[in-house]
Every structure is written in structure tokens, then in C-alpha cells.
């Protein structure tokens, strides 16, 4: 299993970008990373800095971390097309449907998120039963 550091993750990021910038081949990895990349012009600046690869995101301060968050949708996008966990597939359509497809991903990250925390607080995997509820509940709520 891949398990990258911070700092490749970052690096990946800025370099995917700087690639786009500069007309160089993508790989399909950094294809899909852009296209979450492109979705967020916010970040745009940030990475056009390498020295960010280095920035703290304090969430204490409201800070959102771009890396992080730009990690999740890539995350989620692989969950949904090989529906695992079994459901999330159909949880995404759902709240597409009643949003969009970004707004749906945003949702999802809220229980990803949770019970990535909750593994880690547990020191144990990750609640699948868990995490499809959390997302049945957003679809729910929307």
C-alpha cells in the first residue's frame, strides 16, 4: 500500500500544478488531482509556491488545510468508483442529485473525516458500518 509523506503529498500537489502550468504530460493520477486542483482557484496561489510544502494548518486559527483537503477528494473519488465501502456509491448519487457533485463530495468529507479521527483516537480501522451511516444521514439531511 502507497503511504506517502507529508511531504510527497504536498509535493505531488505542487508539482501536478506546475506541470499544468507548464504544458507537461499528466499522469492519470495527477489528471484527477488537477481536476480537484481547478475546483478550488483558492488554492491556486499556495501552489503556486513551493515553499507551502512546508506551511502548518492550524485548524485552532480556522485554517483549512488545502493539501489535506484536495487528499480527501481524491480519496473519496476512489471510493465512489469502486463503491468501497459497499453503498458509498449510491450515498454520492443521492446527495448529487440534491446538490452537486462537489458540494456532495464536501458533505462526505465531514464523515470521512470523523471516522479517520475516530480510527486514529481508537488506534484502530476504520468504521465502515459507521462511516456509511454518517453519509446515509447526510443524504438525509439534504
Not at 29 to 44: S, T
Not at 55 to 74: R, Y
Amino acid at each position: 500500500m502507497f503511504n506517502p509523506t507529508r511531504e510527497q503529498v504536498r509535493d505531488f500537489f505542487i508539482q501536478t500544478w506546475q506541470k499544468y502550468q507548464h504544458k507537461a504530460a499528466l499522469s492519470a493520477m495527477e489528471k484527477i488531482a488537477l481536476g480537484w486542483i481547478m475546483k478550488h482557484p483558492e488554492y491556486h496561489a499556495m501552489l503556486d509556491n513551493p515553499e507551502a510544502r512546508n506551511k502548518d494548518f492550524s485548524v485552532a486559527e480556522g485554517q483549512t488545510n488545502p493539501f489535506l483537503h484536495l487528499s480527501m477528494h481524491i480519496a473519496l473519488e476512489e471510493q465512489i468508483s469502486i463503491d468501497n465501502p459497499h453503498g458509498i456509491r449510491e450515498v454520492f448519487e443521492q446527495l448529487s442529485a440534491k446538490l452537486d457533485e462537489h458540494a456532495a463530495h464536501h458533505e462526505m468529507m465531514e464523515c470521512l473525516g470523523q471516522v479517520i479521527w475516530q480510527a486514529q483516537r481508537n488506534r484502530g480501522p476504520l468504521d465502515q458500518q459507521l462511516y456509511i451511516e454518517l453519509l446515509k444521514q447526510r443524504v438525509n439531511t439534504h
